[in-house]
């Protein structure tokens, strides 16, 4: 990528330690472009004003902008307005499927499949879910290389199962899952699917009607837009079916002590004032996306990981955790015994910003009998050069802990 796209994301152009800022920290979370950082500039310069409530100026700008986003995502991910509902993030899509789909749905006896790859917040509201219920939660085993056991998922489905969740790409090791086949899968055993696509939207294109998914959740802040926004595709047939998950202002259309009528979709699961500005920004930043084009984007950063890791062999006692065949943007390491935290610190000094630990993801490293990996994660605003100061910097890090 060109000067230009890196010229978008002003944080990228700081020292630190007193050298250049070498980001690779994206699967946490991504930096901004100028559009979005205007975009939530001009709303509390120009528009601040609560949504849906006011007759005002200001209050019809905001709202109208916050619905514009609304039906950016929609049409970024090939859904209707009606079947986007803004959360905080991925976390927050899962428990309130869960809580406003799972606790009406599921039953004692059901089975819910998760896999052994997956973000604790794609596992935890599932097991709170099972506890509540007495369902049972299986678990998809996953090979050396970090791929999910195709077999084992297919022999786990049976008219028991009822609820499908698993990532599209997998944080901890950038792994791709084939979830078009899984979901058919599910679909043929009569099981609803929830995909977590927190690292899948970043790196490439969402089709839900394509992927046929029930449910898909991610987070803005990992897509380009600010932190406490993000998003619950559900079809619109199960939303319907489906118990709020808060309540509160809204999200209602009559309230009164004989009992209270629910709103429309989506406002039927947006209780209270929701992230105004985060709505907002989340819109710019798919804008900004589709401006560059995901193709264009996911070309560029295969290309880049195919770089890098090869690059990284380079360094004496690497060992790549999660060698899948279809990976986006993710590089987990150990080197030789050296402690992944001790890593990531000597990085740090030398302005490299990586993430150490098990990324939420303790089931996956406990069966690859680790505590924990470093993980150099890359968006479009990464480049060759970069990684060539990540792989000097390991070497340099090596000899002085080795
Ligand atoms: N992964 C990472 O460094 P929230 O926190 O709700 O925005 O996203 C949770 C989440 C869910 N699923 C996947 C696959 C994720 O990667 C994440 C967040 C970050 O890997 C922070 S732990």
């Given at each position: 990528m060109n000067d230009s796209i890196r010229a978008q994301f002003p944080i990228l152009h700081q020292t630190v330690k007193g050298r250049p800022l070498i980001y690779l920290d994206n699967a946490a979370t991504s930096q901004k472009p100028l559009a979005v950082i205007q975009a939530i500039d001009d709303y509390y310069r120009q528009y601040n004003s609560n949504i849906h409530r006011g007759a005002h100026h200001l209050a019809q700008m905001a709202t109208e902008q916050y619905e514009a986003a609304r039906q950016t995502v929609a049409d970024h991910i090939n859904?209707?307005?009606?079947e986007i509902n803004f959360v905080r993030g991925t976390t927050e899509a899962v428990n309130l499927v869960a809580n406003a789909y799972g606790r009406k749905f599921i039953q004692a006896g059901d089975e819910i499949i998760v896999s052994e790859m997956e973000h604790h917040s794609n596992i935890v509201p599932w097991q709170m879910l099972c506890e509540e219920k007495g369902a049972t939660l299986r678990v998809i085993p996953i090979t050396d290389s970090g791929e999910l056991v195709q077999e084992a998922y297919l022999a786990m489905l049976s008219p028991k199962t009822k609820l499908v969740a698993v990532a599209h790409t997998s944080n901890a090791l950038g792994t791709i899952h084939p979830v078009k086949e899984m979901i058919a899968a599910a679909h043929a055993v009569g099981a609803v699917v929830f995909i977590d696509g927190a690292q899948a939207l970043p790196h490439t294109s969402i089709d839900v009607q394509d992927l046929d998914c029930d449910f898909l959740g991610f987070s803005g802040h990992k897509v380009f837009a600010g932190t406490g926004i993000g998003v619950l595709y559900g079809k619109a047939a199960l939303l319907e079916q489906m118990n709020p998950y808060m309540g509160g202002g809204e999200m209602i259309k009559t309230v009164s002590f004989r009992g209270t009528t629910y709103n429309d979709l989506p406002y039927k699961f947006e209780a209270g004032t929701p992230h105004i500005e985060g709505g907002i920004s989340l819109g710019a930043a798919l804008k900004y996306v589709q401006s560059i084009g995901l193709p264009v984007i996911a070309a560029y950063e295969n290309e880049l990981l195919q770089y890098a890791t090869q690059a990284i062999q380079a360094v004496p006692g690497i060992q790549l955790v999660g060698t899948a065949a279809q990976k986006a943007s993710v590089l987990s390491f150990l080197i030789g015994g050296i402690h992944p935290y001790d890593v990531g610190v000597l990085l740090n000094e030398q302005g490299i910003a990586i993430r150490t630990g098990h990324h939420c993801c303790q089931p996956l490293m406990e069966r690859f009998g680790i505590e924990g990996t470093c993980r150099a994660s890359f968006a479009f605003y990464n480049t060759r050069a970069e990684v060539d100061v990540l792989v000097q910097a390991l070497q340099r890090a090596v000899k002085i802990l080795s």
């Open positions: 859904a209707s307005v009606r």
